[in-house]
């Protein structure tokens, strides 16, 4: 059986759709849309068209209210775009509702990345992980599909008395994830039997929102050569290197980054990537802090850090790119109150480094400024955990 590809090789053009409700802002729906154009970006596909209404909440039919979808079917037909896509995810019956109502092909968020991460996956970890999450995801959505997935197997005695052709690819799907199941308890058993080999050296982690710079990052303190580029999920499945700072040594390991609204799927498919983290003795969280959302990025990021049971690890805040940093200098005869636009890179510096008790840094790893600063901060966290697990080592002395 193929994997459940959703977006085609060649460039495609996309409208993107957004609501705002009692929860959300203009401002943030925006911000929100963004993100989802470079998602697209990212899978290949060229945002042409924003469409955002304000609702008290999602229309559960339709997403966004009739008006809405009558102006958004207007401007397919006028400009015939391949994609539609929804920076949420869609119930069966909505996908099924929207299609009829635009006949144009509908995506909606999780959809979206799921695909980006079945065009990262490199490894057969990767690969086995995302396609799992593609077929959880897909499973509840069959009856609204028009194509059908071709059988693993086909002939007489395979579809029961009366069975339809729904009910023939749900049993299929089912038995596909059973086995991608019984695949990644076997692929999590050798994980961890390699980390085990590793012996008992600190570990450090990278994490952070996805296209914060881990990967650049984990190149400059190793000295390895892991991929790194600016889309989002550059990196899906985990790298680790051994490190060695004045004769210190320890493991620095590269995860997969978090996002918003990040699938749920995902994150149970990618358990055995995510015990990196999990078992780590140090977490590196690292911050875009040019990003006008970085708040909000570093919330996500710690309370997908709470679902995964690793809240409770030491972290040392990097905040990267600051060479990207701007603000805007507010005049001395504005009496308006100040925005987030507004506050400096110093001020922001004296803000967090008092918050975090020092435990954190600002650098750019592009341009490797203060490098040596986030080396020596790293070097002293995990100096202070080897000296717990390894008393009378000499050298450390």
Known sequence: MPEPKITESKTQRAILIGVIDDTTTEEAVNEYLDELAFLAQTAGVIPVKRFVQRLE?????????????KEIRDFINENDPELVIFDDE???????????????????RTNLILDIFARRARTAHAKTQVELAQYQYLLPRLAGMWTHLERQRGGIGLRGPGETEIETDRRVVRERIAKLKEDLVRIDKQKKTQRQNRGKLVRVALVGYTNVGKSTIMNLLSKSDVFAENKLFATLDTTVRKVIFENLPFLLSDTVGFIRKL??????SFK???????ESDILLH????????????????????????????????????????????????DLTPRLKENISLDELRNTWMAKCNGTCVFISAIKKE???DLKKLLYAKVREIHIERYPYDDFLY
Do not use: W
Not at 263 to 268: A, C, D, K, M, W
Not at 272 to 278: A, C
């Open 57 to 69: 909440y999602p229309n559960p039919r339709t997403f966004v209210g009739s008006g809405k979808i």
């Open 90 to 108: 869609l119930s069966a019956s909505q996908l099924r509702n929207i299609e009829r109502e635009l006949r144009c092909r509908i995506l909606d």
């Open 263 to 268: 699938p749920h799927s995902l994150i149970e």
């Open 272 to 278: 055995s990537t995510l015990d990196e983290v999990r």
């Open 286 to 333: 690292i911050v875009d802090i040019s990003h006008s959302n970085f708040e909000e990025q570093i919330e996500i990021v710690q309370q997908t850090l709470y679902d995964i049971g690793a809240g409770d690890k030491p972290v040392i805040m990097v905040f990267n790119k600051i060479d990207a940093f701007r603000y805007i200098l507010k005049d001395i005869d």
């Open 370 to 372: 203060n490098i040596e």
